[in-house]
């Protein structure tokens, strides 16, 4: 009986059901084996040997699939069809090969399909090939590419830039890209114009709106009405002159559908319609292509089987009628200048079935389906049929001219099921308008004229999906990369989304300034998408993988050895120079931009610290002045804002933002009170009162009613809280601090003791991941005050914000030990065997993300 094997268990079981009891269906939970966090897993003398090993957690796997194989006589390697699947047969085969599980006449196979079902599965099986060679050293040289940049430069930001994490090699230049778009709205200096709109009437008494395209004979470019003055003028001669309509000009169009989904315009449009992040999008994804309800999803190919192309053609006929169905089906080629995993499109397997058709709970898989579903039966639909019109209006003396424009849809085509959504709204787009009968020597008239101020805008920040295009656009990437490479760069927290927008944070600004300072060639666009086409050279067997890695690496250790002899302070003077225009920008009053602002004496200048960096004076301790890099860097809001009982108090800027501080720094008070302002309140809006208030805090809210001891309210490093003896609640809004009461203040608490289930004898995991790889242990997820950790032994580490719980793995949990065991630098260490496990864990992890 031969022993299939997939990825997952839910897809296991999926296929298990298709195939029967013919066939053993296990999983290998994904990757079986990885490169070791130690020097030398990628050995650069000798031919770029890599030294593989068996994750912890992956034995168990390994082990029963090796059991399975006793009795049975085949395996076949079912794993997802793209470079990562491939390479994960190839993992397992030479796994079962080195532990003897595979005897010398056992039969091996790999078979691919692009979707769970019945027919897709029963069809793979009738055709089984071998490992694609060419496809697992495209993997390889990408895995040892990731290694050596993550496992060589990351020490050298530890050392040089206190704070950093770690550098991958793509995720360094898709930080580039969030940074240098901020620096782009930072230096953007926005321009007023003005335009003009007239309320116009028919004879009939129809409104339509139109606006001034032409004035004193001459046509209207965008900033021809600079300023206020210019407006008014430009109205009074609208309202001073008689208008008539002097063209009308209908012009038949159409609009044909989008494409398929590939996985890039499936985030994309995930992200738009739904908000949903890429992570969050893939993960649906795969449970819909695991319950065999969509293709696989991870592609950039955007062309459909034969049978799909059809089976949504008569779809599309059953349900809207034969008018919908274009006379030749559609055929789609894929664009993408590196469509590497280009397979089939992300389409549903069934194209009958929609949304209510099919049994799922989740909410996220449901909008997706319906996403996708709707997508499908679009792109084989007829086009739309509009009908464009365009109306001039003019004053006799020619000297005014308006125009309207809008359109009617006469057949909805496609649209009738989807219609593609836009990442920013087109301003003046007024074509979607719908226009009253207008003929042509009508008289206008005017029932208003409106002037409107504008001003040019900077460019957005990148939401997750336009960074997904742009990365796709530059050949960053590949479809199983887009997801992790910009959730790793949250996750590091040198990025920041803000309602759907991300903004870098100065840890992620100073990383990405030290690169493009010492490693520019390594972070460059064109480079990295050179490298990614030869990537793909290699898959297609064109090219010798270990050639490629060896003319990488002899750059690239060369700049490695020339910035590792560099001092941190000569690093430090180099950032300086190059944020200075940003850091140190002319003053209104022509003052030397550098001069400190609160002693006059010292001068202003970067320093490292571990968030990244801070700007400070060179009098340290003499003056304590400083403030954030990305902050103001005029008087950055400092100031007294009154005084209490014989103290100053003042608002001040300091390297984690602005805070409010009670009298001054002495030899006696070396530590005055201070409160950091809370997200979401103004520097600006700062009064006396507001600062004494926070100033207060914590607050005593009052004895609790069961114990009498007291419960008090207050702003930590996790936000709002209620506090009673050790238990902690977070509140949703700072101002509750301020006005919470006692009934309340014990619902919150109590809230809190029930999910936490307080009174058991030990919390139980909310996920297990196994013992230690190097020093043995339990290591778990626990539910914890300030929220879900990873506990091993004595140590607990707090998760990085953002991350759940489940999407926890054995390696990042082993990295949040060993950094958090380096810190406390007492106690047990992890693990006992190495002597520097933070960094070479750590390491690990830069080394894996793609």
Not at 264 to 288: N, V
Not at 482 to 497: F, L, N, P
Not at 709 to 736: M, S, T
Request: hydrophobic share 35%; glycine share 8%; charged share 30%.
């Amino acid at each position: 009986m031969p022993v299939v094997v997939v990825e997952s268990p839910a897809k296991a079981k999926t296929i298990n059901k298709y195939l029967g009891s013919d066939y053993t269906v296990l999983a290998s939970y994904g990757h079986v084996r990885d490169l070791p966090a130690k020097d030398g897993s990628v050995d650069t003398e000798n031919g770029f040997d890599m030294t593989w090993e068996i994750g912890a957690d992956s034995r168990k796997h390994v082990k029963a699939i090796a059991d399975a194989l006793k009795d049975d006589n085949a395996l076949i390697l079912a794993t997802d069809p793209d470079r990562e699947g491939e390479a994960i047969s190839w993992h397992l085969e030479e796994a079962l090969r080195k532990r003897k599980a595979l005897k010398k006449d056992t039969p091996v196979s790999r078979v691919v399909f692009n979707a769970i079902t019945k027919s897709a599965v029963t069809e793979a099986m009738k055709n089984p090939r071998e490992v694609d060679a060419p496809l697992v050293e495209a993997y390889l040289a990408r895995r040892a590419l990731d290694y050596l940049v993550g496992f060589n430069l990351s020490p050298v930001l530890w050392r040089k830039l206190p704070g950093a994490r770690s550098a991958g090699r793509v995720q360094s230049v898709c930080l580039r890209l969030i940074v240098e778009r901020e620096m782009e709205i930072e230096a953007f200096q926005p321009r007023e114009y003005w335009s003009v709109k007239a309320l116009l009437a028919t004879p009939r008494g129809k409104e339509f709106e139109a606006r001034l395209v032409s004035w004193a004979g001459k046509k209207l470019d965008r900033y021809d009405i600079p300023d206020q003055t210019q407006a008014e003028l430009a109205v009074q001669a609208i309202t001073s002159r008689d208008l008539t309509i002097s063209g009308v000009e209908a012009k038949p169009t159409s609009r044909n559908p989008s494409a398929p989904f590939m996985t890039s315009t499936l985030q994309q449009e995930a992200s738009r319609k739904f908000g949903m992040g890429a992570r969050q999008t893939m993960s649906a994804a795969q449970r819909l292509y695991e319950a065999g309800l969509i293709t696989y999803m991870r592609t950039d190919g955007i062309d459909m089987a034969p049978e799909a192309v059809h089976a949504a053609r008569d779809a599309i006929k059953d349900r809207y009628g034969a008018e919908y169905v274009p006379d030749s089906p559609r055929m789609y080629k894929n664009k993408a200048k590196n469509a590497q995993e280009a397979h089939e499109c992300i389409r549903p397997t069934d194209m009958t079935r929609d949304a209510s058709q099919i049994k799922i709970s989740d909410a996220d898989q449901r909008k997706l389906y319906d996403l996708i579903w709707k997508r499908t039966l679009a792109c084989q639909m007829a086009a739309a049929r509009l009908e464009r019109t365009t109306v001039e209006i003019e004053s006799a003396d020619k000297q005014v001219g308006l125009r309207a424009t809008g359109q009617v849809v006469l057949f909805d085509g496609f649209l009738k099921v989807y219609e593609e959504g836009r990442d920013d709204s087109a301003s003046d787009d007024d074509d979607d308008n719908r226009l009253p009968q207008i003929d042509q020597g009508d008289k206008a008239e005017k029932r208003g004229v409106t002037p409107e101020q504008h001003f040019t805008q900077p460019p957005p920040r990148y939401t997750e999906a336009t960074l997904v295009k742009k990365m796709e656009e530059l050949g960053i990437g590949r479809p199983s990369t887009y997801a992790s490479i910009v959730t790793t760069i949250q996750d590091r927290e040198y990025v920041r989304k803000d309602k759907n927008r991300l903004i870098p944070e100065d840890k992620g600004r100073i990383v990405t300034i030290f690169l493009l300072n010492f490693f520019r060639k390594y972070v460059g666009y064109e480079f990295t998408a050179n490298l990614e086409e030869e990537l793909d050279v290699i898959s297609a067997g064109e090219a010798d993988y270990k050639k490629v890695l060896a003319d990488f690496w002899r750059d690239f250790s060369a700049a490695i050895a020339e910035t590792s002899e560099l001092r941190t302070a000569e690093v430090i003077d180099k950032l300086d120079e190059a944020l200075a225009p940003m850091l140190y920008p002319p003053r209104e009053d022509g003052s030397d931009p550098r001069a400190c602002p609160l002693c006059g004496e010292g001068r202003l200048n970067l320093k490292p610290s571990r968030s990244g960096g801070f700007v400070g004076c060179s009098r340290y301790p003499e003056c304590r002045y400083t403030r954030p890099i990305s902050g103001d860097a005029g008087e950055a809001g400092d100031r007294v804002l009154g005084e209490d009982n014989g103290d100053e108090i003042s608002l001040r800027s300091g390297r984690f933002g602005p805070y409010v501080q009670r009298g001054e720094v002495t030899e006696d008070n070396k530590k005055p009170p201070r409160a950091s302002l809370p997200k979401g309140w103004s520097p600006d809006d700062m009064t006396l009162e507001k600062a004494l208030t926070l100033l207060s805090l914590p607050r005593e809210v009052g004895p609790h009613p069961d114990d009498g001891e007291p419960v008090e309210a207050g702003i930590g490093r996790y936000g709002p809280f209620v506090k009673h003896g050790r238990l902690y609640a977070n509140l949703k809004e700072v101002d509750e601090v301020f006005t919470i009461g006692m009934n309340r203040a014990v619902e919150v608490l109590a809230q809190k003791a029930a999910s936490r289930g307080q009174g058991r004898a030990a919390a139980k995991p909310l996920k297990e991941l196994g013992e230690h790889p190097e020093s043995g242990g339990p290591v778990n997820v626990m539910d914890g005050r300030y929220g879900p950790y990873v506990k091993w032994d004595k140590v607990n580490a707090t998760l990085p914000k953002g991350t759940e719980p489940d999407d926890v793995t054995m390696e990042m949990a082993v990295e949040l030990i060993a950094e958090k065991a380096a810190k406390k630098g007492k106690g047990r260490k992890a693990p006992a065997k190495k002597k520097a496990p933070a960094k070479k864990t750590t390491a690990k992890k830069a080394a894996a993300d793609k």
